[in-house]
């Protein structure tokens, strides 16, 4: 049917009215002949040829001067996917010319036309040439819509399935062609006109009906339910989409038919611990809150969860200018339109200042912090060594010196794995940073200050500024290949809000000195989420078992100060807290004193550039500190290429 169609589609327009005539002639003969059949029964046995030769002379006639009046009717000028119902009333006036027709053609040649064959003609030509179009259009209606739409089926008969199923009907894009469901009593049934298959049976439909995509509308499962469920369709090397959760449509009024890409969380398969309201508000609720690094991937995230927690001003510290404009209008937007009455400062400055950091603290009275500004691109901090570690560590010291000294009330750091026995200078630099918010908590407690001072340490985020899920999505739409380090690396995963609920809620915990660190679930390999996005893109990995898939997977090499497995913990003691997703960890810390005077060592070493005595420091630290390379700041090296500067080892010591 459909290569008929597309041949009849194709053929020139002359020859498309040359084939409704001769439809229109053969409905005019059927017409007359029914016409007299119902009016006269039987023919008579035997016909003088005479009256058969009339009887000829009568159809051609009709049919002649019924093809004229429906094409002065201009029946034959309209195209067929365009019709529309009022070709009815064109047909009937056509109808009504043909019967005069017949009537004036039997008058002058003496045919044989009974008063009521007329009336009854007139009828059946209405049906046959009005029925026989609207039911021609219905059918090119439905190929034209559904030509050059993606075939799909809809995993999931319930009734967020059914409601997919409706609302695609309208759709561009998909057409549905029936549902996959798991509950044996709808397998075989019929909803909405649409057969329902068991899973076993998908792979067979499949490529008999040429799908092309499968559309999740689970909006009720669990990741882990639809972890399960997207592995068991990743063999079949289809595309897969998703509708959104129902947290989603109420949150962002989507619509149930406003499918999307599978969330990588979903890939996951752990389902998030819904966050203690107690815990969220303890900090922020009619509070001045602020955030450093305020338009980066988790310090936007935090800001979000803020400002959903009532509180009194939220302040954003920001170095870049685009961030902290993006992030201002974001939150002012998000603000008027959910009619709050927070006050919302964006405020341009580094943390490497600690004099605007203590006079903006002081001005506006903040009384939490959460400290998110930091550079933690692996390779760019090795590249950049001394702005790596001033950022990070003097940031991180001044921010927290000025928060003392202007009687914060609680102080977050957002700390990471990598800073676990470190292999790069971003890493070590982090766990020098924990140190000096430990050595801060010292002096707090020894002292009775008021500040409570913690830190968050957790994995990568999926969606951050360094994520590879993005350069991964945007390999695969450019035909591959993916480029991963090492085909054994693994890392820990988790969504941005769900660590920055989480990083609110350790702040609540904290007692002074806290170091909390979050359950990241099991680690991820790299190249099996890669291999993963390749199939829900419908795709074939290419490798040794597949050697011509669509998409290869290349490994490049581990990058500078780049390790294969991330951990969570320095120590190996753990301890449980009120959540269950957040513990705290046991870990050793230098006290105040010994750790101002290796950081004004460290203070000296920055300002000459003394990127060997950096090193040092690091080393001499106890951080575990055990760098995979060499020194690969780019200023050092070009002047050692140069022979600007000589340096008799820059080999790890």
């Not at 499962?221 to 998703?242: F, G, H, N, Y």
Request: hydrophobic share 45%.
């Amino acid at each position: 049917m459909k290569n008929f169609l597309t041949g009849l589609f194709q053929l020139p327009r002359f020859s498309k009215q040359i084939i409704s005539i001769v439809i229109d002639s053969f409905a005019v003969t059927s017409a007359l002949a029914l016409a007299y059949w119902i009016r006269l029964g039987e023919a008579p046995a035997e016909i003088s040829e005479t009256v058969f030769d009339t009887a000829i002379l009568t159809v051609f006639s009709t049919v002649f001067l019924t093809i004229a009046i429906f094409a002065c009717l201009g029946l034959y000028r309209a195209m067929l996917r365009y019709m529309t119902v009022q070709v009815i009333s064109q047909v009937i006036v056509g109808s009504l010319g043909s019967s005069l027709a017949l009537i004036l053609v039997g008058y002058l040649i003496g045919g044989f036309v009974p008063r009521s064959i007329p009336f009854i003609y007139a009828g059946l030509l209405t049906l046959f040439c009005a029925g026989g179009r609207l039911l021609m259009r219905a059918i090119v209606v439905d190929y034209v819509s559904n030509i050059n739409k993606g075939r799909v089926l809809i995993y999931g008969a319930g009734s967020a399935g059914r409601q997919l199923a409706s609302g695609l009907k309208t759709s561009e894009e998909n057409r549905v062609c029936g549902f996959i469901d798991d509950e044996k009593a709808l397998q075989g049934s019929v909803i909405q006109g649409l057969p329902v298959y068991s899973f076993d049976k998908a792979q067979a439909v499949i490529d008999q009906d040429r799908i092309q995509r499968v559309l999740l509308a689970l909006p009720r499962v669990s990741r882990a339910q639809r972890k399960k469920i997207i592995d068991t369709l990743l063999p079949l090397t289809i595309e897969v989409l998703s509708v959104p959760t129902i947290e989603e449509m109420l949150k962002d009024d989507q619509e149930i038919q406003s499918v999307r890409e599978v969330p990588v969380e979903d890939l996951l398969g752990r389902d998030p611990v819904p966050p203690r309201k107690d815990m969220l508000t303890q900090d922020i609720e009619g509070k001045v809150v602020m955030v450093t690094g305020a338009g980066g991937s988790i310090g936007s995230e935090i800001c979000r969860q803020v400002l959903n927690n009532n509180p009194k001003t939220l302040v954003l510290f920001e170095l870049t200018e685009l961030a902290l404009y993006s992030i201002d209008k974001e939150l002012q937007e998000y603000a008027t339109k959910n009619d709050l009455t927070v006050r919302i400062v964006p405020l341009l400055g580094s943390v490497q200042r600690i004099n605007r950091l203590e006079k903006t603290m002081r001005a506006f009275s903040v009384q939490t912090i959460y400290h998110a500004a930091a550079y933690k691109h692996v390779p760019m901090v090795e590249f950049n060594v001394v702005e790596g570690v001033r950022n990070n560590v003097f940031g991180t010291y001044y921010t927290a010196k000025a928060a003392l000294q202007s009687g914060v009330e609680t102080f977050v750091l957002i700390s990471t794995d990598k800073a676990v026995r470190p292999t790069n200078v971003m890493g070590a630099s982090k766990r020098l940073a924990e140190l000096a918010i430990q050595a801060i908590a010292q002096k707090c407690k020894s002292e009775s200050l008021p500040t409570r001072f913690s830190m968050v340490r957790f994995g990568n985020v999926l969606g951050s500024s360094g994520s590879v899920v993005p350069l991964f999505k945007k390999q695969i739409a450019e035909g591959g290949p993916i480029t991963i380090t090492h085909k054994d690396i693994t890392r820990y995963f988790m969504t941005i809000p769900e660590a920055s609920q989480l990083v609110i809620q350790a702040g609540a915990m904290a007692e002074g000195g806290d170091v909390f660190v979050l359950d990241m679930g099991e680690p991820v390999k790299i190249v099996d989420l890669a291999e993963n996005l390749i199939r829900l893109s419908g795709l074939v990995p290419k490798n040794e078992q597949e050697p011509y898939g669509d998409v290869e997977i290349t490994f490049t090499g581990l990058r500078p100060g780049e390790k294969l497995y991330e951990e969570l913990l320095v120590g190996e003691e753990e301890l449980d807290t009120e959540h269950s997703q957040i513990k705290r960890a046991n870990e050793v810390y230098i006290p105040y004193k010994e750790f101002i005077a290796y950081l004004d060592k460290l203070d000296q070493a920055s300002h000459d550039y003394q990127h060997q005595k950096i090193r040092e420091l690091l080393l001499e630290l106890p951080l575990q500190f055990n760098p995979t390379d060499d020194i690969n700041d780019l200023v050092w090296n070009e002047k050692i290429a140069r022979g600007l500067i000589v340096v008799k080892d820059t080999v790890n010591s």
